[in-house]
Each structure stands twice: as structure tokens, then as C-alpha cells.
């Protein structure tokens, strides 16, 4: 192993105390089996596999600190019922490290029990971390801020589960993510009253997560940032067709960042009322409502900042939520569509309308729409196979007044990328009945080249 590329990797929340957390021992597995490394953190590209192994399942390995492995403490509101009984239930932040002077976390998912798993085994199914692997690496590819999967380790252990054919396969995640604190972390220690720690919390982020120097490090400008950045997560959700599935306060983290993905779904065709989530009979966080639910969440942690500030303050930090997602909404719509916007915020509010209210009328998917009318007019393919295929329709017409950006390239070669459930349910037969990986890494690749053509050509 070359030493030079690992990134310095320190104790985890060294900036907090031990009311945050509990020093955990993860589980002993019976077998240890590499199914994903991230080749994109250079950072550990140099590690052979045993060494791997030692890192992201033994968590045995030398280069890590002293104290490691921390179990947060969080509360939340699981569909819009608090819960006091949870926290990290089967996962901790092993280390973290800087890089480009931020700090990351590494947190695993499905590495053993700790004093939150409310008799849970604190595992996670192969499956899984199959679906969180593909998930993140998708987001991030249509430019998602979000979490990302390192490490995918299978662990050699029959699992019960009522969601899966059972017994299934087990596994252990890494993800890199930056900060794993959640609106819930917050929650915990308001329900303790426990002012002091609140106080410690909202500096600490503020100075490691948010980027707020000593003068500007206040609660105020702490509760702002975060509500800008909840905004900027909601409008993402919306553009790139995403359901959460399981919007609950623990799952908010205080910079915006997606994560922790269990029954997500992406959209197919336009639909404001898929359903991620089959346990969410009442549809409380389908597509259309992530928005309003991401917003409940934050008029949870306002009601938290009422020990630091008056109410008007607050208030008027929460009144900007929908402007500050309106306007992320529109710039990500016209980088999706590789169109530049005008100056004048009417008009592009009035075609992104347009072009919703239209999008339901089409057999076509969510993505193949993007992807057809990306550039406009100045799309090579504008005035033949696309106005022969959406002939007799209105969407070509809003068109007219569209302008491409500036280095906009058609590219012939390049396809839509999508991620649905189907998809996704192939990659894991095959992996299921013959252990067979190819479907997988086939799909790992092509996001990833995705990525690569989206990065180079800028388009959003």
C-alpha cells in the first residue's frame, strides 16, 4: 500500500463529547467478501483487498485512530410521530478526514448491533447495499449533493427479513458522507434539555459543516444556512424525479446532503404521486409532497432555535424556504435541459410550468423527455426525429423562445441514464440466483461514464 494516498484519518467528532455518542465494537463476521470499491476516492485506491477488508469490515486496521466507531445519538419524527427510542442502530462513523478542507465522515451501515438497535440484529441485506450503491452513485451522477458509497463488503450471514425473500444475504456499507448529524441529533438533546450541548452542536456545525468563521458563527446564521441548503436538496429531489421514500427528521442532514436510501424509487413516466415506500399508505412522502415534508422537518429544528432566538427571526429564516427552492428548482431545470435561462424570473417560472403540465400527456420516461429536448432548437435531432416523435403536442412549441448554453453539443453518442426499480430488481435476480455480478458492474460503469459526459460537456 502506498501511504501517501490515504488522507489522515482522525477520531471521529472530535469537536463534541461523549453526551453525542457511544464507542461501539462491531461484529464479528464469518466471511468477508469484496462486491464494490469505489474507484473513484483516489484516496484509498492504493489499498490491496486484505487491507481493504481490515479497513471497511474489521475496522482493525492500523492507519485508523484510537477512538473510533461511534454510535451517534438521534431522536426523530417517523412519520410525523416522535420517537425517542432510536439512533445509530446499526451503523457508526469509523473515522474522519479532510479533504479540499472539508471534513468527511466514514459511517457504515449494517457493521452490528449498538445500544440503539432496539433488538434489531444491526446488519444490513446484501440486497440492500446493492440499492444504496446504485442509488448514490446515480444521484451523484445527475449532480446530486449526496452521500457516497464506498465500500460494499459481503458478510457471510443468512438474514430474517418480512421486506425480502428470507433468509437473504447479508453485508456490510460504507459510505463517505459530509457529517452524518441529522435534525434528529438535535432533537435528542432538546428533549434532554439539554441546553449546554445544543449550544456546543449548532457552533460546532457551524464551523466544520457550514463554513461560518468565529464572527458570523452564530444561530441565527447557522439556521439559515441550513434552511437554504434543505431548499437546494428538496429542488434536486424534484428535477432529477427522486422519491425519498422515508422523509422523517433522521433522515435530514444539517447540510443538505442526501442519504441513507432504502425504499427510494425514480421516477418513470411524470407522476406527482408515486409512492416510494410501501408502508406509506397514507402517501405522506410521495413526490409531490418531499418539498412540504423537507420544510415540516425544518419548522422542527425552528421550534428547537427558540431557546437561542425570538421568534421573528426564525420566522422570517423559514418564509424564504420557497424561494430559496424556486429559484434552485429553475437553475437545475435549465441545466438539466442544457438551456441558458433568461433574466426575466417570470418567464422561466412560466415555461418550467409549462413543461411539467405538459409532461404527463407523453408515453415517453421522465429522463428520455430531458433528454430529448436538451438544447433546445440547437439539438441536431430538433427538427427531425423529436418533432416527428412528439408531432401533434404542445411541448415542441415552448421551445421556440429557448436558447441552448453556450458550449452545447448535441452528442449522438450519448443516451439517457436512468435507475428504476425494474432495472434494478434484474441486477439483483441475477446476483440472487447465480451470484452473477456482471449486470451490476455493467451498471456501475455506465453511470459512471455518464457522469463523465455530463461532467465534460456541462450539462447539468
Given at each position: 500500500m502506498n501511504k501517501s494516498t490515504l488522507p489522515e484519518l482522525i477520531s471521529p467528532y472530535f469537536f463534541l463529547n461523549e453526551k453525542f455518542y457511544d464507542e461501539v465494537k462491531p461484529a464479528n463476521f464469518p466471511n468477508t467478501i469484496i462486491r464494490y470499491r469505489n474507484i473513484n476516492f483516489k484516496e484509498f485506491s492504493n489499498i490491496d483487498d486484505q487491507e481493504w477488508i481490515n479497513f471497511f469490515a474489521l475496522f482493525e486496521h492500523k492507519e485508523l485512530p484510537l477512538k473510533k466507531n461511534l454510535a451517534m445519538k438521534y431522536h426523530g419524527h417517523q412519520f410525523r410521530v416522535y420517537n425517542p427510542n432510536i439512533g445509530d442502530g446499526r451503523g457508526f462513523t469509523i473515522a474522519q478526514f479532510y479533504k479540499n478542507?472539508?471534513?468527511?465522515?466514514?459511517?457504515?451501515?449494517?457493521?452490528g448491533v449498538t445500544p440503539y438497535s432496539r433488538g434489531g440484529d444491526g446488519r444490513l441485506t446484501l440486497k440492500g447495499g446493492v440499492r444504496e450503491v446504485l442509488c448514490s452513485n446515480y444521484l451523484?451522477?445527475?449532480?446530486?449533493?449526496?452521500?457516497?458509497?464506498?465500500?460494499?463488503?459481503?458478510?457471510?450471514?443468512?438474514?430474517?427479513?418480512?421486506?425480502?425473500?428470507?433468509?437473504?444475504?447479508?453485508?456490510?456499507?460504507?459510505?463517505?458522507?459530509?457529517?452524518?448529524?441529522?435534525?434528529?441529533?438535535?432533537?435528542y438533546h432538546a428533549y434532554h434539555q439539554d441546553h449546554d450541548s445544543l449550544e456546543l452542536l449548532i457552533k460546532s456545525v457551524g464551523k466544520h459543516y457550514l463554513f461560518l468563521?468565529?464572527?458570523?458563527?452564530?444561530?441565527?446564521?447557522?439556521?439559515?444556512?441550513?434552511?437554504?441548503?434543505?431548499?437546494?436538496?428538496?429542488?434536486?429531489?424534484?428535477?432529477?424525479?427522486?422519491?425519498?421514500?422515508?422523509?422523517n427528521t433522521d433522515n435530514i442532514n444539517i447540510n443538505g446532503e442526501s442519504f441513507d436510501y432504502g425504499p427510494y424509487r425514480f421516477l418513470e413516466k411524470y407522476d406527482p404521486h408515486k409512492i416510494a415506500a410501501y408502508f406509506d399508505h397514507s402517501g405522506l412522502y410521495k413526490f409531490s409532497n418531499q418539498t412540504d415534508a423537507i420544510f415540516w422537518n425544518l419548522q422542527q429544528l425552528a421550534s428547537i432555535m427558540t431557546i437561542f432566538l425570538e421568534d421573528n427571526p426564525i420566522v422570517?429564516?423559514?418564509?424564504?424556504?420557497?424561494?430559496?427552492?424556486?429559484?434552485?428548482?429553475?437553475?437545475?431545470?435549465?441545466?438539466?435541459?442544457?438551456?441558458?435561462?433568461?433574466?426575466?424570473?417570470?418567464?422561466?417560472?412560466?415555461?418550467?410550468?409549462?413543461?411539467?403540465?405538459?409532461?404527463?400527456?407523453?408515453?415517453?420516461?421522465?429522463?428520455?423527455?430531458?433528454?430529448?429536448?436538451?438544447?433546445g432548437r440547437q439539438n441536431q435531432r430538433f427538427k427531425t426525429e423529436i418533432k416527428e416523435k412528439y408531432k401533434n403536442h404542445d411541448l415542441e412549441k415552448i421551445f421556440s423562445n429557448q436558447e441552448a448554453i453556450s458550449n452545447f453539443n448535441s452528442l449522438e453518442f450519448y443516451k439517457p441514464e436512468t435507475l428504476l426499480y425494474e432495472e434494478i430488481e434484474k441486477?439483483?435476480?441475477?446476483?440472487?440466483?447465480?451470484?452473477?455480478?456482471?449486470?451490476?458492474?455493467?451498471?456501475?460503469?455506465?453511470?459512471?461514464?455518464?457522469?463523465?459526459?455530463?461532467?465534460?460537456?456541462?450539462?447539468?
Open positions: 478542507k472539508k471534513l468527511y465522515d466514514l459511517g457504515t451501515k449494517g457493521s451523484d451522477a445527475q449532480g446530486v449533493s449526496t452521500s457516497q458509497s464506498l465500500s460494499l463488503i459481503e458478510t457471510g450471514e443468512n438474514l430474517i427479513r418480512s421486506d425480502e425473500p428470507s433468509p437473504t444475504r447479508s453485508s456490510i456499507l460504507v459510505r463517505v458522507s459530509h457529517s452524518h448529524i441529522r435534525i434528529g441529533t438535535f432533537q468563521d468565529e464572527k458570523n458563527n452564530s444561530p441565527l446564521n447557522f439556521f439559515k444556512s441550513v434552511v437554504k441548503k434543505c431548499a437546494k436538496l428538496a429542488a434536486s429531489y424534484h428535477i432529477c424525479g427522486f422519491v425519498h421514500g422515508v422523509l422570517n429564516e423559514l418564509k424564504k424556504y420557497v424561494n430559496y427552492y424556486n429559484e434552485e428548482v429553475i437553475k437545475l431545470f435549465y441545466e438539466k435541459l442544457s438551456l441558458q435561462p433568461s433574466d426575466d424570473y417570470e418567464s422561466n417560472q412560466l415555461f418550467l410550468n409549462n413543461f411539467y403540465q405538459i409532461l404527463s400527456q407523453y408515453p415517453y420516461m421522465y429522463e428520455e423527455i430531458f433528454f430529448d429536448f436538451r438544447g441486477i439483483w435476480y441475477q446476483i440472487e440466483k447465480n451470484d452473477d455480478w456482471s449486470l451490476f458492474n455493467k451498471k456501475i460503469n455506465s453511470i459512471n461514464e455518464y457522469k463523465r459526459i455530463v461532467s465534460k460537456n456541462g450539462l447539468g
